[in-house]
């Protein structure tokens, strides 16, 4: 079954929603200088909601710190702090981050732009582990081209970037990735979650077989 998440939350509510409506996982930006950025203390609140909302609907939830370009020391403190299981590094973390955070017991998500991509695997790159396909600008709703995208990747891997109820089934028909991430295409204005859209983008992403 395709995995959703539903990024950048930052209200009890729009957390009970995603979770409720079936999320896999549930992202909160803890990188700086976003509408969405929430602190750890913020973060770590949101982690409980998401975790009791899971223990009443009996099923398991992923909650995921997306940072940017943050120090080793400081992405650990924020992740050890908000308590998430996974950390998705959304910036130019080199793969060491990616393996210290990984010997600190969390799980880590790989974010690149399509273009970065596929720049980095003609380089011969690959990743141990879960990869994340954004449009060029994480967080603006913009979609990137699908000839950006060279060759898919071959393990799991999500798209994100500019997905919204209308649109996300017929990109995954499009690009079969194994999972999708939204956050601007939930919205009713940046940075304002909209409970029925998260709703509508569950739905919808739940369509494809
Ligand atoms: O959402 C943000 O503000 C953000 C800030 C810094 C890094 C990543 C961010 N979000 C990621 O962007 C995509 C969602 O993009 P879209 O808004 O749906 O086009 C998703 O992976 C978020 O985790």
């Given at each position: ?9 930052s209200?009890?509510?729009?957390v ?27 973060a770590?609140?949101?982690v409980?909601?998401?975790?009791d ?11 995921v ?21 996974t ?8 793969d060491?981050v ?6 600190a ?5 790989r974010?690149?732009s ?11 790159w690959?990743?141990p ?8 600008v994480?967080?603006s ?6 000839d ?7 393990g799991?891997?999500a ?26 295409g ?6 304002v979650?909209?409970l029925?859209?998260i709703?509508?983008?569950i ?7």
């Open positions: 079954m395709l995995w959703v998440k539903i990024c950048g939350l209200t009890p509510e729009a009970e929603t995603a979770v409720e409506a079936g999320a896999d996982a549930v992202g909160f930006v803890l990188a700086p200088g976003s509408p969405r950025t929430v602190d750890a203390a913020q770590a609140s949101l409980r909601a998401a975790r909302a899971a223990r009443r609907a009996e099923r398991s939830i992923e909650t710190a997306v940072v940017q370009n943050q120090t080793l020391d400081d992405v650990a403190r924020l992740a050890r702090e908000a308590g998430v299981d950390v998705q590094l959304h910036g130019d973390e080199p060491a990616a393996e210290a955070l990984r010997a017991g969390f799980r880590v998500i974010a690149l399509a273009g970065d991509y596929t720049r980095r695997t003609a380089e011969g690959s990743s582990d879960r990869l994340l396909i954004d449009a060029a994480p967080g709703g913009a979609r990137f081209s699908d950006e995208l060279g060759t898919a990747p071959e799991f891997w798209l994100a970037g500019g997905l919204s109820p209308e649109n996300v089934a017929s990109a995954v028909q499009a690009l079969e990735p194994t999972g999708v991430d939204v956050s601007s939930v919205e009713s204005s940046r940075g979650k909209d029925g859209l709703k509508a983008f739905a919808a992403a739940r369509t494809v077989l």
